[in-house]
């Protein structure tokens, strides 16, 4: 679990990030539709797809690409975009499984409409690697469960109610295919239900700080390592929305870096631990051009 310096510190960001935001709600809905295109890369590439942030750029503008692709990615990254730009609006109301197997119908139109938003059954096994999914006759229940436990949990810090149901949603793996691209876009709702940014969970550092995750939680059932990642992508979420509304600009890090007399190596590291206000946009590390070394 994250120690209560790292909640604390998350806390304050949530003040500052919710004074920014009075009167500055359609600002930040374009922001997170400036980062749909990352988001939906990124989520896709962690599945294997093979576009690049600047394919999935072109295709969600309408461009056409400068090489073949698979229909099906085309596809991928469309619906990706259209259910992540559905879930910006406001979303108070409490998950249900009517409002997941919608997504996932969203998710997989034009894809695979035969097993589009549905849960496995009968006799539809999964397998991830050496993970062997949930029994198919028990997902619905299974899936219930986890979806009423959430919602009727008032006690548990609210990221780690949502690193938990992500470590079971997973572990679950409730249908034939999509299930990575759900769970994280179940992430992103749950958090807006809280009034908070959504975050990106990089491709890039996948097998290092995702995927070890899903090996370690069915052998011992800790989620706390699930908790510190989603909290450091909460804190760069947060910085990106303050700086951009706060800032007089942002540069890259790198150029911070040398104005300040940090090393570009000690600052990039500072970056991923979230120790200063750095974030990314297009796979660059950026900070408020008048962040202070404290």
């Known amino acids: ?15 500052q990030y919710a004074v920014l935001s009075e009167g500055n ?26 576009l690049t942030l600047e394919d999935t750029e ?3 503008i309408g461009d056409d690409l400068q090489r073949k692709v698979n229909v099906r990615e085309v596809f991928e990254a469309k619906n990706l975009a259209n259910i992540t730009e559905i879930l910006l609006e ?12 919608t997504l996932h119908k969203l998710l997989l139109t034009n894809i695979d409409n035969g097993i589009a938003g549905r849960f496995r059954s009968g006799k ?10 949930a029994n198919p006759l028990f997902v619905s229940s299974l899936k219930q469960e986890l979806v009423d436990n959430y919602n009727k949990d008032n006690e548990r810090y609210f990221l780690d109610k949502i690193a938990y149901f992500h470590a079971e949603f997973e572990t679950i793996h409730p249908f034939c295919d999509g299930n990575g691209r759900m ?19 990089h491709n890039k550092s996948k097998h290092k700080e995702y995927y070890p995750l899903f090996d370690k939680y069915p052998v011992n059932f800790k989620f706390d390592e699930f908790t510190e990642l ?33 090393k570009p190596n000690i600052a990039a590291n500072k970056a991923k631990r979230q120790t200063i206000p750095a974030f990314r946009m297009r796979e660059k590390w950026m900070i408020d051009e008048n962040y202070l070394v404290i």
Request: charged fraction near 20%.
């Open 1 to 15: 679990m994250i120690n209560e310096i790292t909640k604390n510190k998350i806390t304050e960001l949530q003040k």
């Open 25 to 50: 709600g359609h600002v930040l809905k374009e922001i997170a539709i400036a980062e749909i295109p990352e988001m939906v890369y990124n989520s896709n590439a962690i599945e294997n797809s093979t």
């Open 58 to 60: 072109k295709i969600l």
């Open 90 to 101: 406001k979303n108070n109301c409490n998950l249900t499984i009517k409002q997941i197997l």
């Open 124 to 133: 539809e096994w999964v397998r991830v690697g050496n993970h062997l999914g």
């Open 183 to 201: 769970g994280r876009l179940l992430i992103n709702l749950q958090l807006m239900a809280l009034d908070l940014p959504p975050i990106i969970i």
């Open 230 to 262: 989603f909290a450091i992508l909460l804190q760069e979420a947060l910085h990106k929305r303050i700086a951009l509304l706060a800032a007089k600009r942002v540069i890259p890090l790198s150029v911070w870096a040398g104005k300040n007399g940090v």
